[in-house]
């Protein structure tokens, strides 16, 4: 139980265009998903906390207008990158919320590539 | 500010013998902490975790040990196997906004040598 999965898995495109990535909770429903986004041979750095139903909340320095959250079901949020540019390829992973033996546990994505030529 | 730090990039050791992973937190408020392995284009695999009431919790091959005063957690894998080799993330999380706020550290890439 507890799978998060992610879609695409890797993303190639082109300078300017925009990227949609979607995570889904597939056992579970998640009130609250997390988008983080990891830089070769660094750590996994949160970029936005996705709540069901209202507008995320987006960490220090993220851009809010470049990286759009949606969280428009109990199971499934987006992240969409837009007008992306090369500074911009990374691995974004995502999470998911689920309470277990009285904690706030997270289970993970298996992340996506996007690479922006 | 990195609050949560690996101070060691890398670990090598032979197979059979223990792994300890080693991890250092700045905040106070942390309250749960954690352990996730994770492999090259994979997103992160909870391994173990501890509240910051306990000092110890062991899960088969898996033990944490929690030192609050230090600001100091370790993970200890014994006996160390070649499928352990990953990048092993430390974790810390507090209560935010009504939802626990996770903090990774830098990782820890380990390999078991046969």
């Known amino acids: 139980g507890a799978v998060v999965s992610q879609h695409p898995s890797w993303v190639i495109c082109k300078s300017g265009t925009s990227v949609k990535i979607e995570c889904r909770s597939l056992?579970?429903?998640?009130?609250?998903m997390f988008w983080y986004r990891q830089f070769p041979k660094q750590s996994l750095m949160l970029m936005a906390t996705s709540n069901e139903g209202s507008k995320a909340t987006y960490e220090q320095g993220v851009e809010k207008d470049k990286f759009l959250i949606n969280h428009a079901s109990l199971t499934l949020s987006t992240l969409t990158v837009t007008s992306a540019h090369p500074e911009d390829s990374s691995f974004y992973i995502c999470?998911?919320?689920?309470?277990?033996?009285?904690?706030?546990?997270?289970?993970f994505g298996p992340g996506t590539r996007l690479t922006v030529l | 500010d990195q609050q949560v730090k690996q101070n060691s990039p890398s670990l090598s050791v032979q197979e059979g013998r223990i792994s300890i992973l080693n991890c250092d937190y700045t905040n106070s408020m942390f309250d749960y902490f954690l352990w996730y392995k994770k492999y090259p284009a994979e997103g992160p695999t909870f391994l173990i975790s501890?509240?910051?009431?306990?000092d110890k919790n062991e899960d088969g091959r898996f033990t944490v040990f929690l030192n609050k005063s230090a600001k100091h957690l370790s993970l200890h894998i014994v006996p160390s196997q070649p499928g352990d080799s990953a990048v092993y993330f430390c974790a810390a999380s507090r209560n935010s906004g009504g939802y626990q706020k996770v903090t990774f550290g830098t990782g820890t890439k380990l390999q078991v040598i046969p």
């Open positions: 501890i509240s910051s009431i306990k």
């Open positions: 999470s998911a919320s689920l309470i277990l033996a009285g904690h706030n546990e997270q289970f």
């Open positions: 056992d579970f429903q998640a009130t609250t």
